[in-house]
């Protein structure tokens, strides 16, 4: 039976034969221009609706739908499989995302911009979420398991680096033009896309020298009946699992209450403080939120992993959704305390972040461990991470109504009311696969 993953057992066990170059030509640019596109779809773009003048209650509408297309990205992956080698997917979507964010800077322009933002951040987020699918293809099927393993936190690492240059650096930069060169919104924002529109072109360039093709798998579906009838059975094998409800439960509340957070957390600094927000800029948000957050992050992925490695999943579970969930009282006293410190504000945001990435090991490998064994082991793995997604595409799109309909310091109270469901769910978590029965052809690393 095919499998439907984006790189089966046959091509995990066998690196692709393809001319080998060194991992690290490849491995981080690769996933540098993953983490760009995905984060300013679900995170940047938020800032800049922020800027432009949009009510916290559209912003997180419209940018939380976005999350779509990588929670039903499986539905079309066969397709990867099917046509051409995964290096042409990337290739092809990297400069489409060249395109569409050349295009988003384009339409800034326009009086009646926000359709044409939209349409093509919709765009891209297709375009990044099939990259996705791509990418992660060639990184299993283009290494041995050994290698890996070995290249992992590489791989992780460079991801969060394009987290820090579109949700940091570039953030920052933005609030550099606005108020050190006077430009209005619309034109800093312009600029950046621009620069994020070029950064995909150069990373395709790129890896039209040093990306490996990834092959095509040797049981790779034959054509659209055949890719349907393999999506159906990896579906319904899924769906076959023992305690699959329970699980889908987990995975689906472990990130609730950071949910909530992930949306309103950078427009609460942003807005003024007459109506309870920090009243910061962008050169301070994205100090705060993109650069030391995302430092935090890291780090605590790391340790995380560590930690999570040493005691084994089942006994660490629960004690990893606390690490996650209980860092929300730092933004419960943000919009209590208000402080006008900002390295006290840096401080607060980026121990919430470092719980964020250290209990957020937790839920990647339950995904992996649990829910992902099996004939269609990344299929399935793509299923768990569907889940995770839409939790946060409902949670992104009920923060903006609820946070302007009680303000923020209710909102934030709320939130960590939402945060004892994960760890009541981590709790009464069932381990139906032990750890040996997990292993067996690698998977991608979370992000």
């Not at 400069?95 to 939209?118: D, I, Q």
């Not at 250290?358 to 490998?365: C, I, P, R, T």
Request: hydrophobic share 50%; glycine share 12%; net charge neutral.
């Amino acid at each position: 039976m095919t499998d439907l993953s984006a790189a089966p057992a046959s091509a995990e066990a066998t690196p692709s034969n393809a001319k080998r170059r060194h991992p690290m030509l490849w491995v981080p640019s690769l996933y540098v221009a993953m983490g760009t596109p995905m984060i300013t779809v679900s995170v940047v773009a938020a800032i800049m609706y922020k800027n432009l003048g949009l009510s916290n209650t559209d912003i997180t509408l419209y940018t939380s739908s976005m999350y779509l297309p990588w929670v039903i990205k499986p539905l079309w992956s066969p397709v990867v499989e099917m046509f051409r080698t995964k290096r042409f997917f990337v290739l092809c979507m990297e400069f489409l995302m060249m395109v569409t964010l050349g295009c988003v800077a384009l339409s800034l322009s326009l009086p009646s911009y926000l359709g044409p933002t939209l349409a093509f951040f919709w765009i891209t987020g297709f375009a990044s979420a099939t990259q996705d699918i791509a990418a992660d293809g060639i990184y299993i099927s283009s290494m041995s398991e050994t290698d890996q393993a070995k290249y992992a936190g590489v791989q992780g690492l460079a991801w969060n680096v394009g987290r820090l240059i579109a949700s940091g650096l570039l953030v920052t930069f933005t609030g550099w033009l606005h108020n050190g060169l006077g430009l209005d919104w619309a034109k800093s924002w312009m600029v950046v896309m621009g620069l994020l529109a070029a950064l995909m072109g150069i990373s395709g360039v790129w890896h039209i020298n040093v990306l490996p093709t990834g092959g095509k798998a040797e049981d790779a579906p034959s054509g659209i009946g055949d890719a349907a009838r393999t999506f159906g059975d990896a579906f319904a094998s899924f769906f076959k699992k023992k305690n699959i409800v329970m699980m889908l439960l987990v995975v689906f509340f472990y990130r609730f209450g950071e949910g909530l957070i992930e949306k309103i957390g950078p427009l609460f600094m942003l807005d003024p403080r007459a109506v309870g927000g920090l009243g910061l800029d962008n050169e301070a948000l994205g100090n705060i939120n993109g650069t030391f957050g995302t430092g935090g992050f890291i780090v605590g992925a790391l340790l995380g992993g560590l930690f999570c490695g040493r005691l084994g999943l089942k006994r660490s579970f629960v004690l990893l959704a606390l690490a996650l969930n209980v860092p929300h009282l730092t933004y419960f006293y943000l919009s209590h305390a208000r402080p006008e410190d900002l390295w006290l504000i840096t401080a607060v945001v980026t121990i919430e972040k470092f719980g964020y990435g250290f209990g957020s090991v937790g839920h990647m490998v339950y995904m992996m461990q649990q829910l992902a064994p099996g004939p269609y082991k990344t299929a399935h793995y793509a299923f768990a991470t569907g889940i995770m997604g839409l939790s946060m595409m409902f949670t992104g799109m009920i923060s903006g109504p609820i946070q302007e309909a009680v303000g923020h310091a209710h909102f934030f109270t709320i939130v960590l009311f939402a945060s004892i469901p994960p760890v009541l769910f981590a709790f009464l978590a069932p381990f139906a696969v032990t750890p040996d029965e997990s292993k067996g052809g690698g998977l991608p690393a979370g992000h």
